[in-house]
């Protein structure tokens, strides 16, 4: 399996360059086949230059610069148009995400998964200086989306995902514009029937820059996703299913059917939940 890491890069010249490095070597040392894709949405600070230099002495390393307007949605759409693996993680360019998540992710996909989701909140997590205040609407969010589509998982709106090609290929197309692609995402792949993981990840605040998530512009983009998201599992009488959804067999290691829950062992010795 060739995997595609996708990073979505605005103004990240602080960071980008560790970023890029721990994922490429992660995955080298795991002996995958892999690209780095970084898609520069309209950096002013230099991080093109960066990504492109590294990728003068790694072709592993892709620089793309987002042919849409500024906006995270928009650069992510632009990666996962232009990905060339058999599988694709979303990794956040701030140095935030654990490469050894990562290759975790992308074992649960060969193991026989459709997506890969990780929980910054379960037995396992590690979380290092969230902000509180940030925390506290985080924790609201995500009880909420819980509750809405009952799916057992606690962390919808993190952007640190993984899919199978066919999962992106299924939620097309994508609507979201900004931070609410990373709701829209794994909910369109969990209602249209893909099968999911879900396991503790570590997260650590950046170290560098500045966060680009607005959290008062984002409230109601990302209720009008969650909303498209709950009339299409309630109203569509699954047109959208992926293809062969009602003759669907779990795989041998383990996926089960919805709202029942087995523990496997982490690498790691943590658990991790399977949807």
Same mark, same amino acid.
Not at 187 to 192: E, F, N, Q, V
């Given at each position: 399996?060739?995997?595609?890491?996708?990073?979505?890069?605005?103004?990240?010249?602080?960071?980008?360059?560790?970023?890029?490095? &721990?994922?490429? =070597?992660? !995955?080298?040392?795991?002996?995958? +086949?892999?690209?780095?894709? #970084?898609?520069? /949405?309209a950096?002013? *600070?230099?991080?093109?230059?960066?990504?492109?230099?590294?990728?003068?002495?790694?072709?592993?390393?892709?620089?793309?610069?987002?042919?849409?307007?500024?906006?995270?949605?928009? &650069?992510?759409? =632009?990666? !996962?148009?232009?990905?060339?693996? +058999?599988?694709?993680?979303? #990794?956040?360019? /701030?140095?935030s995400? *654990?490469?050894?998540?990562?290759?975790?992710?992308?074992?649960?996909?060969?193991?026989?998964?459709?997506?890969?989701?990780?929980s910054?909140?379960?037995?396992?997590?590690?979380?290092?200086?969230?902000?509180r205040?940030?925390?506290?609407v985080?924790?609201?969010?995500?009880?909420?989306?819980?509750?809405?589509?009952?799916?057992?998982?606690?962390?919808?709106?993190?952007?640190?995902?993984?899919?199978?090609?066919?999962?992106?290929?299924?939620?097309?197309?994508?609507?979201?514009?900004?931070?609410?692609?990373?709701?829209?995402?794994?909910?369109?792949?969990?209602?249209?029937?893909?099968?999911?993981?879900?396991?503790?990840?570590?997260?650590?605040?950046?170290?560098?820059?500045?966060?680009?998530?607005?959290?008062?512009?984002?409230?109601?983009?990302?209720?009008?996703?969650?909303?498209?998201?709950?009339?299409?599992?309630?109203l569509?009488?699954?047109?959208?299913?992926?293809?062969?959804?009602?003759?669907?067999?779990?795989?041998?290691?383990?996926?089960?059917?919805?709202?029942?829950?087995?523990?496997?062992?982490?690498?790691?010795?943590?658990?991790?939940?399977?949807?």
């Amino acid at each position: 399996m060739k995997v595609s890491v996708v990073i979505p890069a605005h103004d990240e010249a602080g960071s980008i360059k560790a970023t890029v490095e &721990a994922i490429a =070597a992660a !995955l080298r040392e795991a002996g995958r +086949d892999y690209e780095v894709l #970084v898609v520069d /949405d309209a950096s002013t *600070d230099g991080t093109g230059a960066i990504v492109a230099a590294m990728g003068d002495h790694d072709p592993r390393i892709r620089l793309l610069r987002s042919h849409y307007a500024n906006g995270f949605g928009f &650069a992510v759409r =632009a990666g !996962l148009e232009r990905f060339e693996g +058999d599988a694709v993680a979303v #990794v956040m360019g /701030d140095l935030s995400d *654990d490469p050894r998540d990562l290759v975790r992710y992308f074992e649960l996909l060969e193991e026989g998964y459709d997506c890969a989701f990780g929980s910054r909140f379960i037995k396992g997590a590690q979380v290092h200086d969230y902000p509180r205040f940030k925390l506290v609407v985080n924790r609201i969010v995500n009880r909420g989306i819980q509750l809405l589509f009952r799916h057992g998982y606690d962390d919808t709106t993190n952007a640190f995902k993984a899919y199978r090609r066919e999962v992106i290929e299924n939620v097309k197309p994508l609507v979201s514009n900004h931070f609410n692609l990373t709701v829209e995402l794994p909910l369109k792949a969990i209602i249209r029937g893909h099968s999911y993981a879900i396991m503790p990840i570590s997260w650590t605040n950046r170290a560098t820059g500045e966060s680009k998530l607005g959290l008062r512009e984002m409230g109601s983009r990302y209720a009008f996703i969650v909303m498209l998201a709950f009339l299409e599992h309630h109203l569509t009488r699954g047109d959208y299913r992926r293809a062969g959804y009602h003759d669907y067999r779990p795989p041998a290691t383990g996926h089960v059917a919805p709202r029942v829950t087995r523990r496997l062992r982490r690498s790691r010795a943590a658990d991790h939940h399977v949807r």
